[in-house]
T-cell receptor, first 115, second 109 residues
């Protein structure tokens, strides 16, 4: 079982909906990540939080809005998405940022479909 | 940015066979990880191995940092080994993990 928990597992939403993806870890990790993965492609980094502060934003459109309420929780708020945003959204965590000796642990992902 | 190429892109093997997956990278790295993504999408960290050799059961990995490649060995393959194997690296002075192109492994009973 993964130690990074993501909810929901599946989400279908319309283009006018607002929804949120949630991620939780209790390993004491101080870096948390959102990745997006399209079919048959590697994961692509979206956002990185380090010590609850946004450290990296990979020029992600503003219809994706991350939030880190505390060191264990990471949310991704979704609004006015497009069908091409349909993908597997993966949360990950590590002790500290990836420039150091810090393996990455992934959650099981949320499979998002935008209709 | 750093380029990460994996080979072969696809591999189909009979159960019980051994395999070697390769990861080449274009710059010096201080972080290299191997992941297995199962058919349900779950990504499992197999090894953190910026240099040297590690073993975990039927899996082992070797990274030769000076020659910019890493190898993942799978022995006595089982059907549960099927999925996509990614290597991912961080080059010096960077904080971002760059994923390779992946190797899709299919183990046939």
């Amino acid at each position: 079982d993964t130690e990074v928990t993501q909810t929901p597992k599946h989400l279908v939403m319309g283009m006018t909906n607002k929804k949120s993806l949630k991620c939780e870890q209790h390993m004491g990790h101080r870096a948390m990540y959102w990745y997006k993965q399209k079919a048959k492609k590697p994961p692509e980094l979206m956002f990185v939080y380090s010590y609850e502060k946004l450290s990296i934003n990979e020029s992600v459109p503003s219809r994706f809005s991350p939030e880190c309420p505390n060191s264990s929780l990471l949310n991704l708020h979704l609004h006015a998405l497009q069908p091409e945003d349909s993908a597997l959204y993966l949360c990950a965590s590590s002790q500290v940022l990836q420039g150091n000796n810090s393996p990455l642990h992934f959650g099981n992902g949320t499979r998002l479909t935008v209709t | 940015g750093i380029q990460v190429e994996q080979s072969p892109p696809d591999l189909i093997l009979q159960e019980g066979a051994n395999s070697t997956l390769r990861c080449n990278f274009s710059d010096s790295v201080n972080n290299l990880q191997w992941f297995h993504q199962n058919p349900w999408g779950q990504l499992i960290n197999l090894f953190y191995i910026p240099s040297g050799t590690k073993q975990n059961g039927r899996l082992s990995a070797t990274t030769v940092a000076t020659e910019r490649y890493s190898l993942l060995y799978i022995s006595s393959s089982q059907t549960t080994d099927s999925g996509v194997y990614f290597c991912a690296v961080v080059n010096f002075g960077n904080e971002k993990l760059t994923f390779g192109t992946g190797t899709r492994l299919t183990i046939i009973p």
